[in-house]
């Protein structure tokens, strides 16, 4: 299944069938044909080289380019140099061009259909009597296999891509992550889980780790749910939960989970503690809390300064209405002014209020 030895060892075969003395292994990468090998037959030995580059007229004849990337056909040229139409690129080069194979490489799935994985191109000094038909069909069963040992190559390089991809985010605990068994135990986990719950990883070796052990009681009845969700569709959206730390203490967390297709009973499980944003969520409510509480002290303070006024308004208009009306009028005038002013401050400090209740809901 290692790529490399797998080119290498399918266009040896091709050189000693044949008896070519070039051969390249065309194959598309990024949709983008690419020569990934290049095979060379130096006196008795044949000497493999990898190779990464555009398909290009400084590889391969730019007469024949065509038929590799386009036609997908098989296309047998004898003679090369006496055909007009490879003969200039023939001349060209140096050793020259006798013949010249090109054979798609076809996988077949389960269903039959042919996907293009590639093209062999063979190349030999000798103008005829090398790329026979008997030659060509014995290579075109090499080929066929060569096409699907290839491709499921490059499906296991992707899957060991994809692997250690993943096995670097496991590794850099940035985030919890953890295999369980969805009837309680815990497989397997990366270190920022067990960090997260002051675990060790004898702990979890010991297989005394469920997390059924570690949720809180108020929390089943919502998990029993989430685990019914989890057999029928396979995953959950994210939720926020508690787990106990070996301490006793509460973790709130946000998780997601996702059930693999087998074994069904299992599920990688993604665990971000959210201890911070919950710390940081409580002193801003203890901060909105305390910012309303000195709205409504200050509230309460101006409008007892400003009632106490109006009284003292109120008293003295009384006292003068009987002797001087002009005087009391004045003075009812000056109280329902402040009285208006009272009444501005308590509707902007109950609008201050407002929007700091909003802000905690929000």
């Not at 130096?42 to 391969?60: G, P, T």
């Not at 200039?88 to 077949?108: M, T, Y």
């Not at 939960?241 to 087998?262: N, Q, S, T, Y």
């Amino acid at each position: 299944m290692v790529q490399e030895a797998l080119i290498g060892t399918f266009l040896r075969a091709a050189l000693e069938q044949t008896g070519a003395r070039r051969g390249l292994l065309i194959l598309p990468r990024s949709d983008q044909p690419r020569v990934t090998a290049e095979a060379l037959r130096r006196s008795k030995k044949i000497v493999v080289r990898l190779r990464d580059e555009v398909a290009s007229e400084s590889l391969l004849p730019a007469s024949v380019l065509h038929y590799v990337l386009y036609p997908r056909e098989r296309v047998v040229i004898v003679d090369a140099a006496a055909q007009s139409t490879f003969a200039e690129d023939s001349c060209r080069r140096q050793p020259k061009v006798g013949s010249i194979l090109c054979l798609p490489l076809f996988n077949r799935n389960q269903r039959n259909r042919a996907k293009h994985v590639g093209v062999l191109l063979l190349e030999t000094d000798s103008a005829s009597g090398v790329f026979t038909p008997a030659r060509i069909r014995t290579l075109k069963l090499v080929t066929s296999l060569a096409a699907s040992a290839l491709e499921n190559a490059r499906l296991y390089g992707d899957l060991r891509e994809r692997e250690a991809n993943m096995r670097c985010l496991i590794d850099a605990s940035i985030i919890g992550i953890y295999i369980v068994d969805i009837r309680g135990p815990i497989l397997e986990s990366n270190d920022a889980y067990l960090h997260m719950l002051g675990y060790k990883r004898a702990d979890l070796v010991s297989g005394r780790l469920r997390w059924t052990d570690l949720t809180p009681p108020e929390w089943h009845a919502a998990d029993n749910l989430r685990v019914e969700r989890v057999k029928r569709i396979g995953h959950v959206q994210p939720f926020e939960k508690e787990f106990f730390r070996k301490d006793g203490m509460r973790v709130p967390v946000l998780m997601g989970v996702a059930r693999f297709k087998e074994p069904r009973t299992q599920a990688v499980v993604f665990a971000l503690d959210m201890s911070k944003q919950k710390r940081a969520e409580a002193i801003a409510l203890e901060t909105c809390a305390i910012k309303r509480m000195r709205i409504a002290r200050k509230m309460h303070d101006d409008l007892l300064q400003n009632f106490q006024g109006m009284m003292f308004q109120f008293q003295a208009a009384r006292k003068l209405m009987a002797r001087h009306p002009d005087e009391a009028l004045l003075s009812l005038n000056e109280a329902i002014k402040d009285g208006q002013t009272a009444l501005d401050q308590s509707r902007n400090a109950i609008q201050d209020l407002s929007w700091g209740y909003k802000g905690k809901l929000q």
